[in-house]
């Protein structure tokens, strides 16, 4: 499985971005795809997931309420949209899949393949 995460940019607080992450998954394949993100200095942090077939999402307490995770099966594309963006979300973002479709886990050892990272800067 490979994974191409784009759209990260610099953007004002309370501003949006949108990420997308392009999977060759196979057809019929079942896997959670998730976000992540890494400030520098700091762990890579979960930030959300969705199940395979896009029913089941997850999220960080950080951001709910605030992004939205969604998937276009058809197009093998996730999207990561992020609404009313803070300084603290400042990252790199990452797209990883997860061959374990029963639960969304936000465990970053379980996911097994990882896109190359997306740059986000929010300016205050």
């Known amino acids: 499985v490979q994974l191409q995460a784009s759209g990260g940019g610099l953007v004002q607080a309370g501003g949006s971005l949108r990420l997308s992450c392009a999977a060759s998954?196979?057809?019929?394949?079942?896997?959670?795809v998730g976000w992540f993100r890494q400030a520098p200095g700091k762990e890579r942090d979960f930030v959300a997931a969705?199940?395979?077939?896009?029913?089941?999402?997850n999220y960080a307490d950080s951001v709910k309420d605030r992004f939205t995770i969604s998937r276009d099966s058809a197009e093998k594309t996730v999207y990561l949209q992020m609404n009313s963006l803070k300084p603290e979300d400042t990252a790199v973002y990452y797209c990883?899949?997860?061959?374990?479709?029963?639960?969304?886990?936000?465990?970053?050892?379980?996911?097994?393949?990882w896109g190359q990272g997306t740059e986000v800067t929010v300016s205050s």
């Open positions: 969705i199940s395979w077939d896009g029913s089941r999402t």
């Open positions: 990883a899949a997860s061959s374990i479709s029963t639960t969304l886990t936000r465990r970053v050892e379980l996911y097994r393949w």
């Open positions: 998954f196979r057809t019929g394949s079942r896997n959670t």
